[in-house]
């Protein structure tokens, strides 16, 4: 267990939330074993910190955080600096350092380095989940993750659909959760600063450019006019007509 949680406010808040999707979307039972990733920002040591507070209402469960290095950074700061955090905290954890970034990047993937570079992790995590015996994968999207994933598969992938915060894969064998589902960004990184939770840098040359970031700039700009877009955004998905939405259109 890590060092004790202060009881104030926006812990609070954030546990309400927190247990309120976990059971709304039935994330956890009794006994799971969850794999939570742990990239070594905010958002996901947040999501550490907040699965090894003492639950009120979610069953009880196991976790090891996991952490997939994608060898941008040939010194291995970050990566020493992390291992040390959860050392230092006493989680169980893997760690494992890969080439995946620089693959992602190489010259024949140019194009989208995102789309290989989370493929190849995510393989990597759930070979991970198999051998350390996890039922559960936890990340730590939250709500605004949910919103701008919506945008990027309506803008780029022709379909409306999003991450959903309790997906079932491999027939069931895994299931990637999302307990930060409710959550907004701004609370989970004010959160992270009040529990002084350091963040490791990213060093991938695509994450100030990548396409999620176009979208959360766009959306920043779109509220200036509209504070309730990524709200109204976040509804409408649970909102859906389907008879006032087009019928499959021939090619
Ligand atoms: S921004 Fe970089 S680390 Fe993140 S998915 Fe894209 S290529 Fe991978």
Same mark, same amino acid.
């Given at each position: ?6 009881? +104030? ?5 954030? #546990? ?9 979307? #039935? ?21 550490? *910190?907040?699965?090894?507070?003492? %639950?009120? &209402? ?16 040939? +010194? !291995?700061?970050?990566? *020493?600096?992390?291992?040390? /955090? ?8 893997? %760690?494992?350092?890969? =080439? ?10 140019? #194009?989208?380095? $995102? &789309?290989? $570079? @989370? ?14 015996? $996890? ?8 709500? =605004? ?9 309506? &803008? /780029?992938?022709?379909?409306? @659909? +999003?991450? %959903? ?25 004010? !959160? @992270? ?9 990213? *060093? $991938?040359?695509?994450?100030? +450019? ?20 990524? *709200?109204?955004? !976040? ?7 389907? =008879? ?8």
């Amino acid at each position: 267990m890590n060092i004790s949680h202060k009881d +104030t406010k926006l812990f609070r808040h954030l #546990k309400k939330w927190l247990e309120k999707a976990i059971l709304d979307y #039935k994330m956890i039972a009794e006994g799971d074993k969850v794999l939570i990733g742990v990239s070594g920002g905010a958002d996901s040591l947040a999501l550490l *910190d907040l699965l090894d507070s003492p %639950m009120i &209402f979610v069953p009880r469960f196991s976790f090891i955080a996991v952490n997939i290095d994608m060898g941008f950074d040939p +010194t !291995y700061q970050s990566y *020493d600096s992390l291992e040390k /955090y959860l050392q230092e905290n006493n989680y169980r954890y893997v %760690m494992e350092k890969t =080439d995946i970034g620089n693959l992602a990047h190489s010259d024949f993937n140019k #194009k989208n380095p $995102c &789309f290989l $570079c @989370s493929r190849l992790r995510r393989k990597r995590i759930f070979e991970i989940a198999e051998t350390e015996g $996890c039922n559960k994968i936890a990340f730590a999207h939250h709500r =605004d993750d949910i919103i701008e994933t919506l945008l990027l598969n309506m &803008f /780029y992938g022709r379909e409306i @659909s +999003t991450m %959903m915060p309790n997906q079932k894969i491999f027939g069931g064998k895994l299931h990637i959760i999302r307990p930060l589902a409710y959550l907004r960004e701004e609370l989970v990184k004010k !959160y @992270s600063q009040e529990r002084q939770i350091p963040v490791f840098k990213n *060093d $991938c040359p695509t994450s100030l +450019t990548s396409k999620r970031v176009y979208i959360k700039n766009l959306l920043n700009e779109l509220e200036r006019d509209n504070k309730e877009i990524r *709200d109204n955004l !976040y509804r409408a998905m649970s909102h859906v007509k389907p =008879d006032y939405l087009l019928s499959e259109q021939k090619k």
